[in-house]
Structure formats: C-alpha cells, structure tokens
C-alpha cells in the first residue's frame, strides 16, 4: 500500500496509523439499523461514512469483509432493558407479524441506501438468524463468571468485571460516576447492580418474539448480538468496528466487556464513531417534531422542507463535513451543499470541452492527486478532498474560459482526479452510470427529442412541445432554453 492511512481510534483517543492484523484482509463490523421505521439523516451518517471507509479502503487494495448488521429483536425502548421490544411494539400498534414489520422496513433502508450510493456491506446478518451464537456466547460469559441467572433472565457482571478490567474503557465512564447517574428503574430488582445489563432476558407471557434457550423461553439482550455476529463473521480479533457516538455507550462499551469476558482479549483494534446530525442546533427526536425521513428529503415533503433534496446532495453534504464534526442540518445548509455539488458536478462534465494546449499552466494538477490522497490519509478527511476538487474545477472553468491552457495530460489527469475521488472513493454518482453507461446513446435520444420540440415550436405546435418539455420534466430532466437552443440536465 503506497498510501499511508491514519484513522483516529475512539479508544486510545488518538491517530493511528492503520496496519491490519492480516493484510490484505481487513474485517469491518458497523452497527446497522433498528428496523422499525424509515431511515433518517442519522442513520445516513453512519452508513455514508463507513461506505466512504469501504470504498477507500478497496481502492488502496485490501480485501475488505465489511459487516454490517440489521437489529430486528432485543432492542428496547430507551435503549434500556426494560420496555417494550421496538419491533414487537410497531408490529402490535400496525397488527402485523414482528417479521413482517421487519421485512418491510429492512427493504426501505436498502431502498435509501441504494438511493444514496451506499455499497451494500459483504454479509449482512440479522439478530433474530443469530440466537444459537447469542446463547453460546452469554454461555461463555456465564462460565468466566461476569454474568449470573436471576429469574429466569441472565445479566452482566459489570461491577465484578470491573475488578478484573476496566469498564468504561471506551467511552472514558467510572463506575462510581455511572453508579451515582443511573436512575433505579422500576422491575430492575433481578439486576445485582443497576449498572449491569441483560444478556438474556425472559419473555413476559405476551411477549411474541421468543426462543428457548438453558435458562427461559427469552430473547437476547440488545449488545450481545454485535459481539456474537462480529465475532462469528471476522474472528476473535478483527480491525474496525465503528458506528454513530450515540452507540460508544452504553451499546459499545458492554460489547467490549461482553467480547473481553469471552475471549480473555481485545478483540476489536480500531473503534470509529462517526459524530452525530442536529436540526437547527437541535438533536432529532420524534417529540421534537425534527425528525425528518430520508424519504421526506427526497420528495420535499416534511413541513420544514422548503424544496425536494436529491439522495446525492444529501450524499454530499454529509461528505462535506469531517466525520468527526458535527453537522447542522438547516434549508440553506442543504441548498448551498445542493449548489456545490452542482457546480462540480459541471465542472467535471466541461473537462471534455477545454481545447488542448501544448502548454501547460502553472497550477500544480499533479500535486493535486496527493493532496486528494493526503486529506483521505489523514483520518477521511472528505471536507478536504472536496476543497480540492473545487480547486481542480476553478483550473477546469478557467481552461474553458481561456484564462489558463491545459495540455492532453493535464485534462486527462484532472478527469482522472474526479473519476477516482469525487467517484469511486466519495461515492457520488455519475450521470452516465445511472444511464448504464450508455451516455452517448441516452444523449442522442433526449438531444432528438428536443429537436421535435423545437421543430415543432418552429411550426407553432405548442400543444407538442409543451408535451415534450413536460414529460421530460415528469422523468427527472431539468429543460434551459437558451439563445443557441435548449439544454437539459438531470435534475
Ligand atoms: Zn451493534
């Protein structure tokens, strides 16, 4: 690997330079979604930053397995381990089988994820497909000794397991503080302390999504199905586990313990958490009425949208920001990202256009490749990388203005430098290949429509060029009539 990759590790709070433990190979774990609604801007974060790792990854050559999880069981409200489970309380208020609800939401996330370019992760394991795992790895705990039955339902051992390692080893928590800050909750009596978590948990008589295991017919804890199905797919001892900082605790944290008490050892090397997205300086949240769909974005209809968001600006205005950053998401945020990502996308389609010259300029374009490799270098930086792809398109304006001159090589690198970072690595979708590639012919034909439309404004037929212009429109294009005729661009 030429390039020198650093990623800020969660746990040693530092920039580390990235040597997987079996180059090539590299085994990635990201916490998915809890599928019992529609995807939002949060749940876009996570996927579109560890696809921008996925990607970049690949492109330096490593062979990446990437695991990306579906929690379907075991996730309940509050995150707590009393409540209702997420699924069973949407399936019961929509008279639907859990799995159904599941289904069904699990199709819409991969419905956005495509939407937004994000690469389908290689195995995509469901919580509910992995009980054998959970209850051989809650086995495991409870023969090392950090967890014991009560009632029917099996809890770790936090302040025991404390004793021997150290709990709150990721998210920087002491156990007195944790002690003093957790509220008793009511029916929490079968914990030991109220620190410690459910690994199993036994299924009250009208809870549906149950399965016998040695201690009660229950269903898993929420964390122990990510230690279970990372360790299963990667090993006792992979490279990358990220998510969203809303996971480091407590998700985070028990898996870590969970894994330590089965394994006796680290096993996960590099924690990443991307940063998390507000509304007008707002975390979302149902109540506070800002919680806005990937699918309202796309189609414009949430009450504080002013305008439709196609999936690639809101692509690109994630990418916009480090990943570490928080990001505001306003109207004006997201339309200056929707012009930014416009204008380059522009300046990319005008390369083709700069009349060749034998004389190259005095702008740097090849150093322009390594401070795109550089910024990714030095922890993703992908606010970087777009500076300097604004860089290369202020060279491409100014070659097709005349300002400055380009040789053969230069347009071919400064093409290339798009193709490889705003492309393949950012993942923002060219028109040609939501054409099938087939640019040229998909061209011609909508050229050739456009000059029926044109001939027919010439014969006064406004009834057939208004037609024209209007299923065109109705199909995504964007018509400009202009002084040497009409233009057209994907909207
Ligand atoms: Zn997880």
């Not at 990607?55 to 397995?65: A, E, I, S, W």
């Not at 299963?232 to 990358?240: T, V």
């Not at 300097?388 to 060279?395: I, Q, R, V």
Request: proline share 3%.
């Amino acid at each position: 690997m030429q390039q020198k990759l650093s990623i800020y590790n969660t746990l040693t709070r530092k920039k580390e330079v990235f040597e997987p433990l079996h180059a090539p190979h590299v085994g990635m774990y990201v916490c998915g979604p809890t599928v019992y609604g529609d995807g939002h801007l949060g749940h876009a974060r996570p996927a579109i930053t560890f696809d921008l790792l996925f990607r970049y990854l690949t492109h330096l050559g490593y062979k990446v397995r990437y695991v990306r999880n579906i929690t379907d069981v075991g996730h309940l409200e509050n995150d707590a381990d009393e409540g209702e489970d997420k699924i069973e309380k949407k399936a019961r208020l929509e008279q639907l089988e859990p799995m159904e609800i599941v289904q069904y939401y699990t199709n819409r996330y991969h419905k956005a994820m495509e939407a937004l370019n994000v690469l389908p992760p290689s195995i995509e394991p469901r919580a509910s497909g992995h009980i054998i795992e959970q209850i051989g790895a809650i086995k495991k705990i409870l023969e090392s000794g950090y967890a014991y039955e009560s009632n029917g339902s099996v809890y770790f051992d936090v302040e025991k397991y404390n004793k021997d390692y150290d709990y709150g080893i990721l998210s920087h928590r002491n156990i007195e503080e944790m002690l003093n800050t957790t509220r008793d909750l009511d029916g929490q009596e079968e914990k030991r302390s109220k620190v410690d978590f459910a690994l199993w948990k036994k299924a009250t008589p009208e809870h549906i999504m149950r399965w016998p295991s040695p201690w009660s017919d229950g269903f898993p804890g929420w964390h122990i199905e990510c230690s279970s199905m990372s360790i299963k797919y990667l090993g006792n001892e992979f490279d990358i586990h990220g998510g969203g900082l809303d996971l480091m605790f407590p998700h985070h944290e028990c898996e870590i313990a969970q894994n330590t008490a089965i394994e006796k050892h680290r096993v996960v090397k590099y924690w990443m958490h991307n940063n998390m997205i507000t509304v007008n300086g707002q975390k979302m949240g149902k109540s506070l009425g800002n919680f806005i769909t990937l699918d309202e974005f796309f189609t414009g209809s949430h009450e504080m949208l002013t305008q439709e968001y196609s999936p690639m600006t809101i692509r690109f205005f994630i990418l916009q920001a480090h990943y570490r950053s928080t990001v505001d998401f306003s109207n004006e945020a997201l339309q200056a990202a929707e012009k930014g990502l416009e204008r380059l996308m522009d300046s990319y389609n005008r390369i083709k256009k700069i009349p060749i010259s034998d004389t190259s300029c005095a702008l740097d374009i090849k150093g322009l490749r390594q401070k795109c490799y550089d910024a990714m270098n030095d922890d993703l930086n992908s606010a970087v990388v777009i500076a300097h792809l604004c860089e290369a398109g202020t060279a491409i304006n100014s070659a097709c203005a005349g300002n400055i001159t380009l040789t053969k090589e230069d347009k071919e690198e400064l093409e290339n430098i798009f193709d490889t970072f705003f492309f393949d690595i950012m993942g923002i979708r060219n028109v040609e290949e939501t054409t099938g590639g087939n640019m040229d012919a998909f061209g011609k034909a909508i050229d050739m429509l456009l000059d029926i439309r044109q001939k027919a404004k010439e014969n006064k037929d406004w009834a057939t060029s208004d037609h024209i212009r209007n299923e065109l429109a109705k199909a995504g294009f964007e018509i400009k009539d202009g002084k040497d005729g009409a233009e057209w661009k994907l909207k």
